[in-house]
T-cell receptor, first 113, second 113 residues
Framework: ETGVTQSPTHLIKTRGQQVTLRCSSQ?????VSWYQQALGQGPQFIFQYYREEENGRGNFPPRFSGLQFPNYSSELNVNALELDDSALYLC????????????FGAGSRLTVL | QQQVKQSPQSLIVQKGGISIINCAYENTAFDYFPWYQQFPGKGPALLIAIRPDVSEKKEGRFTISFNKSAKQFSLHIMDSQPGDSATYFCAASKVLGNEKLTFGTGTRLTIIP
């Protein structure tokens, strides 16, 4: 059992740029969700992917997009970065057929200058 | 709209004491209430969870108390230890289908010797 791994761990971008964050799901899991955690706040749901399709979305604009690949790895893409996008981005994997137990990665900390 | 309210924001407890963190929810469709523990530099990790068909669940030193009529639930940490120092998040969701987790704002717990 390898757990959920995310990359990169830290990155710095400037306003207007684009960023791609990557996630490898835990073995045996078939859903992947992305959460944004601002400093001092709880994680906020961005979206979930199942069978390579978006399966639920939180209150985030379309410039937040994602992909899930056949091996259940995933990407989060954010276009036209804004200062408020600075946060810890968490990936979580789970099993759709099971109880809602999510395994989180350690996150990618994005700083937008 | 914040659907899960958590208090206190921070908590200091002496070693051996009882730590109590409270949460209240609004959405009556929620039927799964997990608590997550997060250490600095790590992602949230599931600590304990409860369904509303029981009023209490205990796992080791950790107990969830649930009051369905009041739409409130709480985490009790008995015999608190310095290793319990972390940020704790309550959350709520529907239990099946990997529905999104709605998190509280977190409680930073510090256990002092």
């Amino acid at each position: 059992e390898t757990g959920v791994t995310q990359s990169p761990t830290h990155l710095i971008k400037t306003r207007g740029q684009q960023v791609t964050l990557r996630c490898s799901s835990q073995s045996g899991h078939n859903t992947v969700s992305w959460y944004q955690q601002a400093l001092g706040q709880g994680p906020q749901f961005i979206f979930q992917y199942y069978r390579e399709e978006e399966n639920g979305r939180g209150n985030f604009p379309p410039r937040f997009s994602g992909l899930q690949f056949p091996n259940y790895s995933s990407e989060l893409n954010v276009n036209a970065l804004e200062l408020d996008d600075s946060a810890l981005y968490l990936c979580a994997s789970g099993e759709r057929s099971g109880a809602n137990v999510l395994t989180f990665g350690a996150g990618s900390r994005l700083t937008v200058l | 709209q914040q659907q899960v309210k958590q208090s206190p924001q921070s908590l200091i407890v002496q070693k051996g004491g009882i730590s109590i963190i409270n949460c209240a929810y609004e959405n009556t469709a929620f039927d799964y209430f997990p608590w997550y523990q997060q250490f600095p530099g790590k992602g949230p990790a599931l600590l304990i969870a409860i369904r509303p068909d029981v009023s209490e669940k205990k796992e080791g030193r950790f107990t969830i108390s649930f009051n369905k009529s009041a739409k409130q639930f709480s985490l009790h940490i008995m015999d608190s230890q310095p290793g319990d120092s972390a940020t704790y998040f309550c959350a709520a969701s529907k239990v099946l289908g990997n529905e999104k987790l709605t998190f509280g704002t977190g409680t930073r717990l510090t256990i002092i010797p």
